[in-house]
Every structure is written in C-alpha cells, then in structure tokens.
C-alpha cells in the first residue's frame, strides 16, 4: 500500500507543469571598444639611476659553476655536488637508515622503537680571500653532527691531575655487651621454653 503511495505522488509530481521557460535568451554583449595603441614615448619622465660601482681590482666578478650533479633515488637516498671557477667545491649525500628512536604514545610514554632517518656525510673545499685553503669533511648520523677539518678549533689537551681523597683508617667502635632478658619463647635443644 504503502508502495502504491509514492508511486502516485511520484506520477502527479512529473505530470505537473514545469515553471522553466524555455523562451528566455542570454543577454548579448559587445565587446568594448579599445583606443587606438600609440607607440611614441611617455609621457612621464623616467628617473635617472646611476650604475652601480664596483671595483675593478673584484676577484669574484666572474666566478662561475663549473659542474653540478643532483641525483635522487626511489630508496630515499640522494647525493649532490657541484664545483665553481674559484676552485670551491661541495659534495653532499644522505641514506636513509633504521634507527632506534624514541616514540611518544597519547598519553605521553615514551618507547623505543626502530625509526627511519637519516644519515648524511659530505665535504666542502674553498679558498679564502687571503688565500688560505680549507677542507671539511663531516659525518651526521646517529651519534650526531661530526666536522673534521685542520681550521676546527680542538679542545685543550687535558695537563693537570686531579687530586685523590685521603684515605683514612677508621676503627669502628664495638658496641658495650648489653645484658638481655628472654621474653617468650625459645628453643634449646629438643624443648621450647
């Protein structure tokens, strides 16, 4: 019955007249009419900038790249390199790495678990303007960042000993023999007491 009911208000509701017009027409516009294009200077004056100075005596006015190589993998491992005129040099390259890591639940616990990171080394060549090479090579990885390079400032060598405690014989002091009463029982022998 119920089937029979919408089956007619469906029939009545596509027998009804549409409200569409079918006699309604877009608006035409004209395209606007532009002015004729002149090609003669404007009417403005443009200011004057003074070019700007530079020594003649610059060394790195033409310095140029020389060689670039930028290679990334499938894997997540990438390496890049790239040389300039100047003798400068910097060669990078990273894998990515299981690790153990630390991992944060919703509650805030925190576990250790393997992770993915990654481990990058690489090493850079320059020239300074006074004409002094330097060469740095690092590491980054699980143990952290690593420089290695003759310039690096190095720790003091340690020169000094650390002094040692006294060591002092010390007796401990026998404790006066307390005499004791038995309270309860105890045993001697086969028979309690």
């Known amino acids: 019955m119920k089937l029979f009911v919408i089956a007619a208000v469906l029939a009545v509701a596509a027998a009804a007249p549409s409200s569409y017009k ?3 027409k877009a608006p035409a ?4 009419a532009y002015a004729a294009l002149s090609y003669s200077a404007p009417a403005y004056t443009a200011p004057a900038y003074a070019a700007p100075a530079y020594a003649k005596d610059n060394k790195y006015a033409g310095i140029t790249v020389t060689s670039q190589s930028d290679e990334r993998n499938l894997d997540g491992s990438s390496q890049w390199s790239y040389a300039q005129s100047d003798y400068t040099t910097r060669e990078e390259s990273q894998v990515q790495k299981k690790m153990q890591g630390v991992a944060y639940d919703s509650y805030g616990k925190a576990t250790y ?3 993915m990171g990654n481990t990058n080394k690489g090493a850079s060549y320059w020239v300074s303007p006074e004409g002094e090479k330097f060469t740095l090579t690092w590491v980054a990885d699980e143990q952290g960042f ?5 310039h690096l400032p190095v720790a003091p060598a340690h020169v000094y000993e650390l002094p040692v405690a006294p060591v ?3 007796e401990l002091p026998v404790a006066p023999a307390l005499p004791y009463k038995r309270t309860g029982l105890g045993y001697s022998g086969d028979s309690y007491y």
């Open 22 to 24: 079918p006699e309604y």
């Open 29 to 32: 516009y004209s395209a606007p």
């Open 113 to 115: 678990e393997d992770v």
């Open 146 to 150: 690593q420089p290695k390079g003759d």
């Open 168 to 170: 002092h014989e010390y």
